[in-house]
Each structure stands twice: as structure tokens, then as C-alpha cells.
């Protein structure tokens, strides 16, 4: 009896030896901190993350209540897109931003700019060799009756993408595009899709670290003039004869009406001498 007694005494004192480690284990964790961002001010989605530390800032956070993979460094966030809206004094985790690989255009252009696409062939692209980060002058040019105009409409343009290709290929020194992505101001943009619906749009390819300002654009391109057609006109002749004799009157039609024709003068002569023909 003795004997049952300190085996159960043992047991009793083993498990409220484990039953206080267990605990104070429980304890410890929940009291475990760790260190990760939190957003200083609401971020909605598909926001750019351009300066991070003005929108997050790192903070203790308890272990037990910190989400699934949470984000423990601030400089991971910079040029990130947020895929979903992010709660102020919410910690930020990957699932809620862009991977880094699927980044669209528009973690490419610059603030305050806008992506403009034109269509482009082998000509007005410079046989292929435009390139994403190329620099480029656009010109639009047009006929107008008899005239050809052309006109420099904005220099010194970063293109950002050709087609689908916002990278320039290591393998390739040119591919030929049907679009290229421009990165243009908002006044850019508007000024551009002024020339899109008329005439022609020609790239013009800017050697690298050139920022001249072109001087043809302080004056106006002269229209070329071509040489103008003669209109062409009815024109018949009447023959009167009279005996041996006949007269020739030349007419011609001007808006619709007969009328003589002063630069033909009538001929008389004898009948089949040939004058007058």
C-alpha cells in the first residue's frame, strides 16, 4: 500500500513538473516578440511604393499574433505595387503585393508621366533599331492638296517599350516593332494624340547623351510645294461652211457653260485646204 502510494506521489509531482513547463513554454510565446513593417498610413491598391519609408516603419509585434509571412524589412517594399489594400498599423505580408517579376508598365514610368503607345513600321522606327531606353524625336508630317508639310512635335522622348518589350534583348541590335510605348507628360500626351489621326508619325533616333534641342523647331518646316496639274477641259470646235469657204470655232466648257475659246483663235480657209484643223 505503502509502495502504490509514492508511485502515485511521483506521477502527481512528474506531471505537475511537465504540466508547469508546458505552461510557462505557452507563457514565453505568447510574450515572444518579433520584428516586422508596419504601414504608417493607408495604402490602397495598386499603389507604387516608391519611398517606403514614408508610408512603413518596423515595429514589435507579438509572435503568437503576427500574420504568415510577414515582411521584416522595409527596403523589400521599394518599387513594390501593392495587390491589395494595406490598413493603416496593419502588418504587411508578401500576399499583399505584386511579385517582382510580374511588375507592369507602370512600375517603369517615372512620377507624373503617362505610357503612350503609337504604331510604327520599318521606316518610321529607324529600320528596327529604336530600343526600350531609347531617346527619341517624333515628327508628323502631312499632304495638304498639292503641299507636304512637316512639323517636330515633341524631342528628346525616353521610349519605354517596343511591342511587348519593356527590356532592351542582349541577343538583338534591332527587331522590327508595330508599337512603341513612349513616356510622356500628361501635356505630352495630349499634344501627341493630336497628330494621330492624320498624317504620318516618323521616329527620329537621338544619339546617346544627346539633349540638344533641335533649331527647326523655332521655325515652321516650309511646305514643299509641287507643281500644279493643268485642269483638264472639254473643249470642241464648230465648223461653218459656206461654199468653198469654212470657219473654225473652237469652245470650251468652264463651270458647266460653252464658251469660246480665246486660246485657240478661229481659222478661215478654202474647204479641205486643212487650215483650221
Sequence with gaps: MKSKTMILMVV???CGLVASYL??????????????????????????????????????WAESEAPS??????????????????????????????????????????????????????ASAVAGFIQP????????SARSGNN???????????????????VRPEDKAAMIPTTVTLQLTPEQSLKLC????GGNLTLLLRPIGDDSKVEGDKDPVKPIEQPAKR???NRIVQVITNGLNSKA???????KKWMTDTERPADLGPSGSGEGN
Design 194 to 197: 493630336g497628330y494621330t489621326t
Design 23 to 60: 505552461t510557462s513554454q505557452l507563457i514565453a510565446q505568447k510574450n515572444r516578440k518579433v520584428q516586422l513593417v508596419v504601414a504608417k498610413k493607408a495604402v490602397t491598391q495598386w499603389s507604387m511604393i516608391k519611398n517606403p519609408d514614408e508610408m512603413f516603419e518596423v515595429r514589435e
Design 148 to 166: 507636304a508639310d512637316a512639323k517636330m512635335v515633341l524631342e528628346n522622348v525616353l521610349v519605354r517599350a517596343v511591342d511587348q518589350q519593356p
Design 69 to 122: 509571412g510577414f515582411v521584416t524589412d522595409i527596403k523589400d517594399l521599394k518599387d513594390r505595387q501593392a495587390l491589395k489594400d494595406i490598413e493603416q498599423d496593419k502588418p504587411v505580408t508578401a500576399s499583399m503585393l505584386v511579385d517582382k517579376n510580374k511588375l507592369g508598365m507602370e512600375a517603369l514610368l517615372a512620377p507624373k508621366t503617362r505610357g503612350v503607345a503609337i504604331n510604327v513600321n520599318v
Design 249 to 255: 470655232i473652237p469652245y470650251i466648257q468652264r463651270d
Design 231 to 233: 485642269a483638264e477641259r
Design 12 to 14: 502527481a509531482v512528474v
Design 133 to 140: 531606353g531609347s531617346k527619341v524625336d517624333i515628327v508628323h
